[in-house]
């Protein structure tokens, strides 16, 4: 086993558990941090992916902007210190059982596909992804389209979002 | 080897000495709690009430202006890396691109969600 | 080195995380966590999908970041319409919200 | 490759060779070097950070025209181990109904926060720490667990103050980060990489010269995330009492308090590697990598006093006006800068040297200057709005 397996298996499985305590801890702000640990894992996974650039991003937009307006949105939406009550609601084995059933099938769709052990290529030298992201982006031949139509998403969501918690009546 | 594992030392190290710091001043301070010491600190007098208290909604106005913005720049940083090598078409596109968002501070700003009132 | 398979379980594994959190939490900021979960994992597809098929196509890469603008407007509007729900019903229970059941 | 042109690569060697000769595989001694590196590095930084203490101390007195420690050891310098010691004895409470986990968590992850940054600096030509392609973003990526930290500490501490203190502290990181990501972007757009050594390299002209007012605005956006005056109001001792580090006490406290001196010093290093041609100084940093260590620190000491001149000069701003003086006239200026920068750049590409500076001082003149003209035009409204509003007050008397 390499030190590259032994790392990921490390960090796979503590992103793994701190998912699992995002969804079962029944405070609101342990489980806003219980995510941040658990995308701060998915950014250590995109190193491993050779995707630094995509890992920083990773943790400027969701540690940085996300996770901080999630604790915001839920200091904002409650009237004392610490939540009580149950976290989960009646039906909650159904929805494990479902959660179960799309693992298992979705694990079992995966392997009967003949990619699947599929090794790394190795990186061509001189090969810069943020060089390439940015050719991508910008030719007309590439993205130009979504990169100007996420510019508009982002407005649309920013009016929206202005206009639903805000209007005042 | 991957540059990455140097930065991941850089946090393991930026762990250890903060820890071993508080760890050392954890041994050597005196240890004598009780609960007028254990009670929250507000200017000397009674706390008043729990430790907590309603937000303004601004704050999340903020955040939420801040967030998209955020994402807008990070888009923009492979532009401005390749901005050098392309032509006039590539800058106008950066342009267009930022100013569909600053139409949403420009409307954020109108509506008046930017006072702290 | 890392086979492609250990990747894609590891994202199963996370999105179906997520999927309970959605189907299970009461709260309903607690429901967008559980989205915001899926939505990393199908992240953790696409890198992995880039880094092991073509490296020179970037469209992985691309559609990676443009699933953070995604889940940035979907945070954005998501917890807008809950603050909304929270001043008019002074609740964000999700079973509690059921003005449109009948 | 002797000694005095390439220390770090000798004594990595040297260390490479004692740890494989005692029948370590090269692969986990590259690793175990690269670890004492980065600990020697980080110990280095920490005594740094001590001695900032007294540096801040004698420069705040001489600005308020005192003397400063100066009763211990030669120019008070022992004072700042005096301070430690006494950090150190003292009892480390927990108040009432904290989160234990997240209230230790929290100055921890501060000072890592501030500790990370020095991962990608550059200190000489052969000293290039981790030269990572996207290390200008690195930076808004560390300051995110800074932000995050400061959540942390203001909620789990159960105390109303704290819990403001944070909020506040946090509204003001935020937004202050986006103008800062801004104009990142024009040292960007110039040297066409965003890693630090790219950057540097391609300041044969330093780009306070092709740009002065991104690195005003880069100035004024690090000295709101660094919550210092004037932008420290969240810890307002007349109203907050001290923000949200209120309940830390000993050396948890004490982590607060220097990861905030130690990420004032670095951010003067990186106002100096983004504008300031970082450890370039007429070629005396090809003499040797000392040298170039050198001057970079003095080049962050020197952003670091123009920081505190700053602090003990300016007074204290309200929320309200230092949020709407970012979003109402930073930020717009900020993107109206990137978007001039960029036309100009491809504009003058080619051309002469001589002309590229002048054409870029130029539009960046008129920037400062049409902005200047509308912020003068608002507030004149403004101002004859409230004198009429007086009037008629006045009138009804």
Same mark, same amino acid.
């Given at each position: 086993?390499?030190?590259?397996?032994?790392?990921?298996?490390?960090?796979?499985?503590?992103?793994?558990?701190?998912?699992?305590?995002?969804?079962?801890?029944?405070?609101?702000?342990?489980?806003?941090?219980?995510?941040?640990?658990?995308?701060?894992?998915?950014?250590?996974?995109?190193?491993?992916?050779?995707?630094?650039?995509?890992?920083?991003?990773?943790?400027?937009?969701?540690?940085?902007?996300?996770?901080?307006?999630?604790?915001?949105?839920?200091?904002?939406?409650?009237?004392?210190?610490?939540?009580?009550?149950?976290?989960?609601?009646?039906?909650?084995?159904?929805?494990?059982?479902?959660?179960?059933?799309?693992?298992?099938?979705?694990?079992?769709?995966?392997?009967?596909?003949?990619?699947?052990?599929?090794?790394?290529?190795?990186?061509?030298?001189?090969?810069?992804?943020?060089?390439?992201?940015?050719?991508?982006?910008?030719?007309?031949?590439?993205?130009?389209?979504?990169?100007?139509?996420?510019?508009?998403?982002?407005?649309?969501?920013?009016?929206?979002?202005?206009?639903?918690?805000?209007?005042?009546? | 080897?991957?540059?990455?594992?140097?930065?991941?030392?850089?946090?393991?190290?930026?762990?250890?000495?903060?820890?071993?710091?508080?760890?050392?001043?954890?041994?050597? !301070?005196?240890?004598?709690?009780?609960?007028?010491?254990?009670?929250?600190?507000?200017?000397?007098?009674?706390?008043?009430?729990?430790?907590?208290?309603?937000?303004?909604?601004?704050?999340?106005?903020?955040?939420? /202006?801040?967030?998209?913005?955020?994402?807008?720049?990070?888009?923009?940083?492979?532009?401005?890396?390749?901005?050098?090598?392309?032509? %006039?078409?590539?800058?106008?596109?950066?342009?267009?691109?930022?100013?569909?968002?600053?139409?949403?501070?420009?409307?954020?700003?109108?509506?008046?969600?930017?006072?702290?009132? | %080195?890392?086979?492609?398979?250990?990747?894609?379980?590891?994202?199963?594994?996370?999105?179906?995380?997520?999927?309970?959190?959605?189907?299970?939490?009461?709260?309903?900021?607690?429901?967008?966590?559980? /989205?915001?979960?899926?939505?990393?994992?199908?992240?953790?597809?696409?890198?992995?999908?880039?880094?092991? !098929?073509?490296?020179?196509?970037?469209?992985?890469?691309?559609?990676?970041?443009?699933?953070?603008?995604?889940?940035?407007?979907?945070?954005?509007?998501?917890?807008?319409?809950?603050?909304?729900?929270?001043?008019?019903?002074?609740?964000?229970?999700?079973?509690?919200?059921?003005?449109?059941?009948? | 490759?002797?000694?005095?042109?390439?220390?770090?690569?000798?004594?990595?060697?040297?260390?490479?060779?004692?740890?494989?000769?005692?029948? %370590?595989?090269?692969?986990?001694?590259?690793?175990?070097?690269?670890?004492?590196?980065?600990? %020697?590095?980080?110990?280095?930084?920490?005594?740094?950070?001590?001695?900032?203490?007294?540096?801040?101390?004698?420069?705040?007195?001489?600005?308020?025209?005192?003397?400063?420690?100066?009763?211990?050891?030669?120019?008070?310098?022992?004072?700042?181990?005096?301070?430690?010691?006494?950090?150190?004895?003292?009892?480390?409470?927990?108040?009432?109904?904290?989160?234990?986990?997240?209230?230790?968590?929290?100055?921890?992850?501060?000072?890592?926060?501030?500790?990370?940054?020095?991962?990608?600096?550059?200190?000489?030509?052969?000293?290039?720490?981790?030269?990572?392609?996207?290390?200008?973003?690195?930076?808004?990526?560390?300051?995110?667990?800074?932000?995050?930290?400061?959540?942390?500490?203001?909620?789990?501490?159960?105390?109303?103050?704290?819990?403001?203190?944070?909020?506040?502290?946090?509204?003001?990181?935020?937004?202050?980060?986006?103008?800062?990501?801004?104009?990142?972007?024009?040292?960007?757009?110039?040297?066409?990489?965003?890693?630090?050594?790219?950057?540097?390299?391609?300041?044969?002209?330093?780009?306070?010269?092709?740009?002065?007012?991104?690195?005003?605005?880069?100035?004024?956006?690090?000295?709101?995330?660094?919550?210092?005056?004037?932008?420290?109001?969240?810890?307002?001792?007349?109203?907050?009492?001290? !923000?949200?580090?209120?309940?830390?006490?000993?050396?948890?406290? !004490?982590?607060?308090?220097?990861?905030?001196?130690?990420?004032?010093?670095?951010?003067?290093?990186?106002?100096?590697?983004?504008?300031?041609?970082?450890?370039?100084?007429?070629?005396?940093?090809?003499?040797?990598?000392?040298?170039?260590?050198?001057?970079?620190?003095?080049?962050?000491?020197?952003?670091?006093?123009?920081?505190?001149?700053?602090?003990?000069?300016?007074?204290?701003?309200?929320?309200?006006?230092?949020?709407?003086?970012?979003?109402?006239?930073?930020?717009?200026?900020?993107?109206?800068?990137?978007?001039?920068?960029?036309?100009?750049?491809?504009?003058?590409?080619?051309?002469?040297?001589?002309?590229?500076?002048?054409?870029?001082?130029?539009?960046?003149?008129?920037?400062?200057?049409?902005?200047?003209?509308? /912020?003068?035009?608002?507030?004149?409204?403004?101002?004859?709005?409230?004198?009429?509003?007086?009037?008629?007050?006045?009138?009804?008397?």
């Amino acid at each position: 086993m390499t030190g590259e397996q032994v790392i990921f298996l490390i960090v796979g499985a503590v992103t793994l558990i701190a998912a699992l305590m995002v969804v079962t801890v029944r405070d609101l702000v342990h489980a806003a941090l219980w995510l941040v640990a658990t995308l701060f894992g998915v950014a250590i996974i995109y190193t491993l992916l050779n995707a630094g650039f995509l890992a920083v991003v990773q943790v400027v937009v969701y540690i940085g902007a996300i996770a901080i307006l999630f604790i915001f949105a839920v200091m904002l939406t409650r009237r004392q210190a610490a939540d009580t009550g149950a976290a989960l609601n009646k039906n909650w084995w159904a929805g494990a059982l479902l959660a179960v059933l799309t693992f298992t099938g979705l694990f079992f769709m995966l392997q009967s596909w003949s990619g699947f052990q599929k090794q790394a290529a190795a990186i061509p030298s001189g090969f810069d992804a943020i060089n390439q992201l940015g050719d991508a982006l910008t030719s007309p031949a590439g993205f130009v389209l979504p990169f100007e139509v996420a510019s508009v998403l982002l407005l649309a969501a920013l009016v929206g979002a202005v206009y639903l918690a805000f209007n005042k009546k | 080897m991957n540059e990455w594992l140097y930065v991941g030392l850089f946090f393991i190290v930026g762990l250890i000495i903060p820890v071993g710091a508080i760890g050392v001043g954890w041994l050597l !301070g005196p240890k004598k709690p009780n609960p007028i010491k254990q009670s929250t600190y507000e200017c000397g007098i009674e706390p008043v009430g729990e430790g907590w208290v309603q937000f303004k909604a601004q704050y999340y106005i903020f955040a939420l /202006v801040f967030l998209v913005f955020d994402v807008e720049t990070v888009f923009l940083f492979p532009w401005a890396v390749k901005l050098g090598q392309l032509g %006039m078409f590539a800058v106008v596109e950066g342009i267009v691109f930022i100013l569909i968002l600053v139409a949403g501070l420009v409307y954020t700003w109108r509506k008046g969600m930017l006072e702290w009132a | %080195m890392i086979p492609l398979s250990w990747f894609l379980i590891l994202a199963a594994g996370l999105f179906s995380i997520g999927l309970f959190g959605v189907l299970a939490r009461r709260n309903a900021v607690a429901i967008l966590l559980g /989205v915001e979960l899926m939505l990393n994992a199908v992240n953790i597809n696409l890198v992995a999908f880039w880094r092991y !098929g073509d490296i020179l196509l970037m469209t992985g890469q691309v559609f990676a970041i443009i699933v953070f603008a995604v889940a940035a407007a979907e945070v954005a509007v998501g917890l807008a319409l809950v603050i909304s729900v929270y001043r008019r019903r002074s609740t964000v229970v999700a079973e509690e919200l059921d003005l449109l059941k009948w | 490759m002797t000694f005095w042109n390439d220390p770090l690569k000798v004594a990595a060697d040297w260390l490479t060779g004692i740890f494989t000769g005692w029948g %370590m595989p090269s692969v986990g001694a590259n690793v175990l070097v690269a670890f004492l590196g980065v600990l %020697m590095l980080i110990t280095i930084l920490m005594v740094i950070d001590i001695f900032l203490v007294w540096i801040e101390r004698k420069v705040v007195a001489r600005f308020q025209d005192r003397i400063g420690p100066n009763r211990v050891g030669p120019f008070g310098l022992i004072q700042p181990f005096a301070d430690i010691i006494k950090l150190m004895i003292k009892e480390d409470t927990t108040p009432d109904g904290a989160d234990k986990v997240v209230y230790n968590l929290a100055p921890i992850l501060s000072m890592m926060s501030v500790l990370i940054l020095w991962a990608v600096v550059p200190l000489a030509p052969v000293m290039l720490g981790v030269d990572l392609n996207a290390g200008a973003l690195f930076i808004i990526a560390a300051g995110s667990i800074g932000t995050l930290s400061i959540i942390m500490a203001g909620w789990s501490s159960n105390n109303k103050f704290s819990v403001i203190g944070a909020f506040r502290q946090v509204a003001v990181m935020i937004s202050f980060e986006v103008p800062m990501l801004a104009v990142l972007l024009i040292p960007t757009i110039f040297s066409g990489s965003m890693g630090m050594n790219a950057i540097i390299q391609s300041q044969s002209i330093w780009f306070v010269f092709l740009s002065p007012l991104a690195a005003l605005i880069f100035l004024i956006a690090a000295i709101a995330e660094l919550g210092r005056a004037p932008f420290d109001l969240a810890e307002g001792e007349s109203e907050l009492v001290s !923000g949200y580090n209120i309940e830390y006490s000993g050396m948890k406290f !004490g982590m607060f308090y220097a990861g905030e001196l130690l990420h004032a010093f670095t951010f003067g290093g990186f106002w100096s590697i983004f504008f300031f041609g970082g450890y370039r100084f007429f070629g005396l940093e090809l003499v040797s990598p000392f040298l170039a260590i050198a001057i970079i620190l003095f080049k962050a000491l020197v952003g670091y006093w123009v920081i505190m001149w700053v602090k003990y000069t300016v007074m204290r701003i309200r929320i309200d006006q230092m949020l709407a003086f970012n979003w109402k006239f930073l930020t717009p200026v900020a993107f109206v800068l990137v978007m001039v920068t960029a036309l100009m750049n491809t504009l003058l590409r080619g051309a002469d040297s001589w002309l590229f500076i002048t054409g870029m001082i130029l539009s960046n003149i008129i920037v400062a200057w049409v902005s200047m003209e509308i /912020v003068r035009s608002v507030s004149k409204q403004e101002r004859e709005r409230v004198e009429g509003v007086q009037q008629v007050a006045e009138a009804h008397h």
